[in-house]
């Protein structure tokens, strides 16, 4: 995929930026990379290419009454990007606007951006708890059923170590937690067991319930 | 005649790629404090770390937790109103400490960083059970227990491989590393 330009300039390489040893290091498999290829996060190329009308179109089972936590994590927004392509990393929404465009209702809740701990389940046990349990209370006090995830690593810790929480913080955290192209898929009518659906550490029970709820009320519809 | 380097001339030696402006810019403001999430587990905080960096304390810089406790989820970076990339500096704090072998005792990242390396170099591509040993022992018998229930949990439902998966071509990414990087028995 090309960086979009619109016909300005296509990024160039800064001194220093470690382009040269890359491409010496590539040179070694006769390869090189001209930094012409723009990288972007599954989500904004089903934003922003794909685009939020198609993507309602092709909705059958919209997730009604499902209040979704849309966790932005750190890499997708972090650092920004230059020129032409940065995002709004402080106050972005596209997040929620998917999750409208799929049926689903996104609750606002203070830690969306804030970062899960990453690697440091690994190195800092003890300080990854702590963040996640701030990210888990924060979606529980905006009233979320449901975390949905764009970060794999967001998506281990919050959901494989939720127990580990629980336990540190004496207090039961039960929250499911998708993927974002989990409930995409779900409200795409896909069958939940071709989505791993059921195979999560924290039972996704009220998720499913919601969506078996829509499909008998609009029984008839095709899935 | 050439003088030996300080700290903060090493440091910033270090950031050169990094397209921050240089520590010395810094005006204590805090802001990078303030927006890091893991600040609380800080023995120091990102903010003091810089004027520690900038005073030449060196031993002290070295002996910290902060920049280990470091997620670089880049919230510093972005909002730093000098245009100090904090983020960039513990990698290079973190990369500058095991270099010179002088980090805080029973720190788990130098060891997490070395197998985390040698996955990728061995495999191209990142495999989580890789660097396990270099925590899993670290919280006591009833941790390793769970760590090890989590895993069998999620190998019956699909969702962890046994063997690590390679990439195609690696003797070439092998090659291609040791260009730039010597890597000692591996390539």
């Not at chain 2, 130098?110 to 899993?136: C, L, M, N, Q």
Request: glycine letters at 8%; charged letters at 25%; proline letters at 6%.
């Amino acid at each position: 995929m090309l960086a979009r330009n619109d016909g300005h300039e296509l990024p160039r390489f800064r001194t220093g930026d470690g382009s040269q040893a890359i491409n010496y290091a590539l040179e070694e498999d006769d390869l090189h990379y001209s930094g012409s290829i723009g990288v972007y996060h599954l989500m904004e190329v089903f934003v922003n290419d794909v685009g939020l009308d198609a993507i309602k179109e092709a909705v059958s089972v919209p997730l009604k009454g499902l209040r979704v936590a849309p966790y932005y994590g750190c890499q997708m927004m972090r650092p920004r990007k230059e020129g032409e392509d940065a995002e709004d990393v402080e106050g972005p929404r596209f997040f929620e606007d998917l999750l409208s465009a799929i049926g689903a209702d996104p609750i606002n809740y203070p830690a969306r951006l804030r970062c899960c701990g990453g690697s440091l389940v690994a190195t800092n046990r003890k300080a990854a708890l702590g963040m996640l349990r701030e990210l888990l209370q924060s979606a529980i006090d905006g009233g979320a059923d449901v975390i949905a995830t764009a970060c794999p690593l967001c998506q281990i810790n919050l959901e494989c170590y939720q127990n580990q929480v629980s336990r540190e913080f004496r207090k039961k955290f039960a929250v499911p937690i998708l993927y974002f192209t989990q409930l995409m898929g779900l409200a795409f009518g896909i069958d939940p067991k071709r989505l791993k659906i059921g195979t999560e550490l924290v039972p996704a029970t009220p998720v499913l319930d919601c969506v078996r709820r829509e499909e008998t009320a609009s029984a008839g519809s095709p899935s | 005649m050439h003088t030996k380097p300080s700290f903060s001339q090493e440091v910033s030696n270090l950031l050169y790629s990094a397209e921050g402006k240089p520590l010395n810019c810094c005006v204590q403001c805090a802001t990078c404090s303030s927006a890091c999430p893991a600040v609380d587990y800080m023995d120091c905080t990102p903010r003091q770390l810089i004027a520690m960096i900038n005073a030449d304390l060196r031993d002290e810089v070295l002996a910290s937790n902060a920049f280990w406790t470091c997620a670089s989820c880049y919230a510093c970076s972005e909002r730093c109103p000098k245009g100090i990339r904090p983020a960039d500096l513990m990698y290079a704090l973190k990369r500058y400490s095991i270099w010179k072998r002088q980090y805080k005792r029973g720190m788990i990242g130098p060891e997490f960083s070395r197998r985390f390396v040698r996955t990728i170099i061995r495999t191209g591509k990142s495999y989580e059970p890789g660097y396990a040993t270099a925590f899993i022992f670290r919280n006591g018998f009833l941790g390793l227990f769970r760590e090890m229930s989590m895993g069998l949990k999620l190998l019956r439902k699909g969702r962890m491989v046994l063997i690590p998966p390679k990439i195609k071509r690696i003797k070439s990414f092998r090659r291609m590393v040791n260009r730039i990087m010597p890597v000692e028995g591996i390539a």
